[in-house]
Nanobody, 123 residues
Framework: VQLQASGGGTVQAGGSLRLSCAAS????????MGWYRQAPGKQRELVAV???????NYADSVKGRFTISRDNAKNTMYLQMNSLAPEDTAVYSC??????????????????WGQGTQVTVSS
C-alpha cells in the first residue's frame, strides 16, 4: 500500500490550505487514518484522526480550525486547515491503518505512511 500526500505550500497567516492523502495498492480495507506534523526542533504531534466510520478527534491546538474528512470510495483523506498561524508551520505526514492482500492470498495488516508535505505560514 502506498500513501501519496499533497496540498502543502506557503500561505499567509489567516489563510487556508487543504491537504490530501490518497492510499493505493491491493487494499482490502482502510481503517483509521490521521495526520501528524513536526516542526523544526519540536516533537512530532498527532494533529487529527478519523476512523473508517467517520469518528474524528483533534489536538487541542487545532480544534475549531482544522477539519479532517475522508472519502472511503477513493481511499482518500483530507485535512482542511483554516485560520492558519505561524505556529502551524511544519511538515505534515499522513498515515493509514490498512488491510491488504499479501502473497499467496494472505491478508496483511500494516500502518502505512505517506511522504511529508511542507506547510509554511508566514506572519
Amino acid at each position: 500500500v502506498q500513501l501519496q500526500a499533497s496540498g502543502g505550500g506557503t500561505v499567509q497567516a489567516g489563510g487556508s490550505l487543504r491537504l490530501s492523502c490518497a492510499a493505493s495498492g491491493t487494499i482490502v480495507r482502510v481503517d483509521n487514518m490521521g495526520w501528524y506534523r513536526q516542526a523544526p526542533g519540536k516533537q512530532r504531534e498527532l494533529v487529527a484522526v478519523i476512523s473508517s466510520g467517520g469518528y474524528t478527534n483533534y489536538a487541542d491546538s487545532v480544534k475549531g480550525r482544522f477539519t479532517i474528512s475522508r472519502d472511503n470510495a477513493k481511499n482518500t483523506m483530507y485535512l482542511q486547515m483554516n485560520s492558519l498561524a505561524p505556529e502551524d508551520t511544519a511538515v505534515y505526514s499522513c498515515y493509514a491503518d490498512t488491510l491488504s492482500f499479501g502473497p499467496l492470498g494472505t491478508v496483511v495488516s500494516d500502518q502505512n505512511w505517506g511522504q511529508g508535505t511542507q506547510v509554511t505560514v508566514s506572519s
